[in-house]
């Protein structure tokens, strides 16, 4: 894949650049490591300039994060509703009221969330589709993605200036990164379900035992 997007980049220039990243945001396994501090090197020995890489890969993110951002308000959260209502919220232990908290979630921490998310491999595609989901303003969402794959692109291109024809050593360090930050995020994932199970088995506990209580209540009171 590697030779392929190099190919690509050298016969297209910005336009590749662009829509090489478009593609990394709609399919995350596309190394936009690779694209960017390539695109960087590229600088060093051909006519193309450092900010108009960075410009057309920035145009390139928003764009692939806007078609995810319309997938998610495809899904949205009244379908999303309704599958959890059935048997498929009863095997991942969700109801539809947890959808409703999220949005309360996303609602007050979306914003730090869609920035901060676009440093985080993977996951800076993936993002889009949940701030689709719970109907973020298109605006919000579009000046927070501009600024966040901004920041990204800028540093990764300029590594790949600095680099040089070392540019793949960069590549290396990167994933790296990439393998730690997932790992993180992972065990994060995992302890706030550990958290939330947890949670949701107390409450039903608590909720049958005062079941069992009244149950009692009506036994002593008809006696």
């Given at each position: 894949m590697e030779q392929w997007i190099i190919q690509m980049m050298e016969k297209f220039g910005y336009l590749g650049v662009a829509l090489l990243i478009a593609l990394e945001n709609v399919f995350p396994p596309i190394p936009s490591e690779v694209i960017l501090t390539f695109g960087g090197f590229m600088t060093t020995y051909t006519s193309l300039n450092v900010w108009l890489v960075i410009l057309m890969a920035t145009v390139g993110s928003v764009l692939g994060g806007l078609v995810l951002y319309g997938v998610g308000r495809i899904l949205d959260a009244d379908r999303l509703e309704r599958i959890l209502s059935g048997k498929i919220g009863k095997i991942l232990h969700l109801k539809?009221?947890?959808?409703?908290?999220?949005?309360?979630w996303f609602s007050r921490k979306g914003k730090a969330t869609v920035f901060f998310c676009r440093f985080i491999p993977i996951v800076r595609s993936l993002i889009s589709i949940p701030a689709g989901m719970m109907k973020m303003n298109a605006g919000i969402f579009l000046v927070l993605t501009t600024l966040g794959t901004a920041i990204w692109n800028t540093v990764l291109v300029w590594l790949g200036v600095f680099a040089g024809a070392s540019w793949e050593k960069i590549v290396g360090y990167l994933g790296v990164y990439s393998e730690i930050a997932l790992v993180v995020l992972v065990i994060c994932v995992l302890i706030v379900g550990i958290i939330f199970y947890r949670r949701r088995l107390k409450k039903k506990k608590g909720q049958a035992q005062v079941q069992e209580s009244s149950l009692e209540d009506?036994?002593?009171t008809q006696q």
């Open positions: 539809p009221q947890d959808v409703e908290k999220a949005q309360r009506d036994k002593g």
